[in-house]
């Protein structure tokens, strides 16, 4: 009762506040940057290495042996993916080149202890990248849930070389979020976790992955 | 007399270790500041674009806020309002109890120190527990944040080693600074996996999506928001914005304001509590919306402006006054220029009055603000409405009023107008020289440090006389 005269209270006030009408927002700045796509490869290569993630060319014909050469110099013991994924389907065909597959097909509370415990590293698709920001876009889903992006100490994240925009406004628009509705979470990632909070000292690996790999196909 | 709020000062420029802490970490984020926004054009049209976005959306505040409202609900987040900092505390408590959850983990939140929810929270049995590494490092201390972006800029690498030696013996004594991180992430991640209840801040929200966003780099406020059963954000009820495509270009001023940074590590964006086929995500998350004077704030056109805030932390770093007595001086939630123009909105002016003289308006808050907001134009309103009587909403307006003073400068006033007597006062006070000289020297907080003014033997009035210039 007091809860929704709160509401009630709050919104009549600022209903009878004194009106000032704003201009319209300015929409000088430009929503894309005129970049090409070498450009714009050549960005998210150079931004997302700035901010010490690592960053591996590859082919879509070619993709699963960096994977695999991945694995063996992180000397990975097992690798968290979705065999439900076009690329995750991939990994799993091959898998007795990979390290042990670790998949969870149900809900968070019956992995909840074994994901934070005894995975080395998760694999994910992504939803395209950002080029002026060096930046993945992650729509999380039933088949890779958010938190194996998160929890692992490696996150490695497949790109597609021609879902990388130049600017996130670029991303938003291109793929017409607005129309499609937003999924229950997205993430923007750019690079490991970090923090500065000591002195503006950068340190990685706070309470996020420590290692982010990219590999573009 | 020297007040309170004064011998806070005087204590803070006494302590000379928080000062070099506080100098060394406010110069580089001013630097990675400039260069991340050199280009003077570029930074004029980003600012223009960013001060329409926040100011059509404070315009619209009552519309965006029933929208969102609407929107976030037919996403299955739950929106709780509060006017004041007891209700909002009082929702998140009610939270808790529903789900005999006795442990909460947090992300940061400056308006989970604005209610105090620590502290209640404590009060009522339960256990608050900071998450990102600068508050927990406060939380450790039992201190207060000293800045908004970097709470704990006032220690340095060696007092944090100490705490967390104290508070994980388990730990080696290390100054190491990736040691000391990892210690936090040791300690935090069981934490995390087993937390009934995570609480966080918000950035932004977006009204026409009914979308949450967190900006951060540590991975923390996922954590807060993604692996607890219940997700609780709590958020002043100006930070909404009307549209999707409104958050990249505040997005890309808040980060390069903030700390030179083009993005953050994460920028996370909620719309909803995990769906039926979603295997991971809370089940449940709500939204607190809290008033506490902002509504007030928001009925004059001038004040309103303080609403436009981002909280980047732009304007501390470039303060002379915070850079010299750092963030706890101020004695407040919000230090630095916006916590001065906030601060006595929003808690009365009969509190924090005083703050408002502790600016030398010399604009530079107003320079870097990537929303525009006047601060130096507001903080002089406030020091003229701290002492007069007037028929503006700010509580505690007029408490400053003091009575000598108020004679002073009417005499003042009325000599300007009266030529005769006001060129007698400046000949006997030139008469005087000396002994007012003597005096300020003793009296004089400004001429203890610095060499005191010499009167001259004429006064500006008999030198233009005496070199035939028109003297009106
Ligand atoms: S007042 Fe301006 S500069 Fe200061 S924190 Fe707010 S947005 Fe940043």
């Not at chain 1, 970049?35 to 082919?59: C, I, M, P, S, Y």
């Not at chain 1, 698709?125 to 950002?130: A, D, F």
């Not at chain 2, 087993?194 to 406020?221: I, S």
């Not at chain 2, 914005?241 to 993005?263: F, K, N, W, Y």
Request: net charge positive.
């Amino acid at each position: 009762m007091k809860i929704n005269n709160a509401r009630n209270n709050i919104l009549n006030r600022l209903k009878t506040s004194l009106k000032s009408e704003s201009e319209p927002v300015a929409h000088d700045v430009p929503d894309s940057l005129d970049w090409g796509v070498d450009d714009r490869l050549l960005h998210f290569n150079k931004q997302l290495q700035a901010a010490n993630a690592e960053v591996h060319d590859a082919t879509k014909d070619n993709w699963l042996i960096t994977l695999k050469h991945i694995c063996s110099t992180k000397r990975l013991k097992n690798l968290l993916f979705s065999p439900a994924t076009p690329w995750g389907a991939q990994i799993l065909e091959r898998s007795y080149e990979f390290p042990t597959f670790k998949h969870f097909d149900y809900p968070i509370d019956e992995w909840k202890p074994a994901l934070f415990d005894g995975i080395d590293a998760a694999f994910t698709s992504t939803h395209g990248g950002i080029a002026e920001t060096g930046t993945i876009i992650l729509w999380p889903d039933t088949h890779e849930p958010r938190l194996i992006s998160l929890v692992p100490p490696v996150h490695i994240a497949l790109v597609e070389k021609t879902e990388i925009y130049s600017t996130f406004a670029d991303a938003l628009k291109t793929q017409n979020w607005i129309k499609t509705g937003l999924p229950t979470n997205i993430l923007l990632i750019s690079g490991p976790s970090k923090s500065a909070d000591i002195e503006q000292t950068l340190t990685y690996g706070v309470h996020g992955p420590k290692e982010l790999v990219i590999i573009l196909v | 007399m020297t007040t309170e709020f004064r011998k806070h000062i005087q204590h803070a420029l006494t302590q000379r270790e928080v000062q070099a802490n506080t100098k060394n970490v406010v110069n580089r984020l001013r630097n990675h500041r400039r260069a991340a926004l050199s280009d003077q054009a570029d930074w004029q049209r980003l600012r223009r674009q960013s001060t329409a976005i926040r100011t059509h959306a404070v315009d619209k505040l009552p519309q965006l806020l029933e929208l969102l409202e609407d929107k976030l609900t037919q996403n299955g987040i739950r929106v709780h309002w509060a006017e004041t900092t007891e209700q909002a505390n009082q929702i998140v408590l009610t939270i808790m109890q529903q789900h005999n959850a006795s442990f909460v983990i947090k992300g940061k939140s400056m308006v989970s120190e604005e209610m105090g929810l620590n502290h209640y929270l404590k009060a009522h049995g339960i256990e608050c527990l900071e998450s990102d590494l600068g508050e927990l490092i406060i939380q450790l201390a039992n201190e207060q944040p000293s800045h908004i972006i970097v709470p704990a800029l006032h220690k340095n690498r060696k007092q944090i080693a100490r705490l967390f030696h104290t508070y994980f013996p388990a730990t080696p004594y290390t100054e190491d600074i990736n040691a000391l991180a990892q210690s936090a992430r040791h300690f935090l991640r069981h934490k995390f996996a087993t937390a009934p209840v995570g609480l966080t801040g918000v950035n932004f929200m977006v009204a026409e999506t009914g979308t949450l966003c967190l900006v951060e780099n540590e991975g923390n406020g996922r954590m807060c928001s993604s692996v607890p059963p219940v997700h609780i954000a709590v958020s002043g009820i100006e930070k909404v914005v009307e549209h999707l495509s409104d958050v990249p270009p505040l997005l890309r001023m808040l980060t390069r304001s903030a700390t030179g940074q083009s993005i953050t590590t994460y920028f996370n964006m909620i719309s909803s509590p995990r769906k039926p086929d979603e295997k991971d995500g809370p089940l449940e998350v709500h939204l607190v919306l809290l008033d506490n004077g902002r509504s007030r704030i928001y009925n004059d056109l001038e004040l309103r402006d303080t609403l436009n805030c981002i909280r980047c932390g732009a304007c501390m770093n470039h303060c002379p006054i915070y850079k010299h007595i750092g963030g706890h001086a101020y004695q407040t939630v919000i230090p630095g220029p916006i916590g001065t123009i906030l601060e006595p909105q929003k808690s009365g002016l009969n509190l924090y009055g005083e703050l408002t003289q502790v600016s030398t308006l010399c604009g530079a808050c107003r320079e870097v603000c990537p929303v525009s907001i006047p601060i130096p134009k507001i903080i002089n309103r406030l020091r003229w409405e701290y002492i007069r009587q007037s028929a503006c909403n700010i509580p505690g307006a007029g408490s400053g009023k003091k009575k000598t003073e108020a004679i002073v400068w009417k005499i003042w006033a009325w000599s300007c107008v009266h030529p005769v007597v006001y060129n007698r006062i400046g000949r006997t006070i030139t008469n005087m020289r000396s002994l007012i000289g003597r005096i300020l020297k003793k009296i004089s907080a400004w001429t203890a440090v610095r060499s005191t003014p010499k009167l001259t033997k004429t006064t500006l009035h008999e030198r233009l006389k005496a070199l035939k210039i028109e003297d009106k």
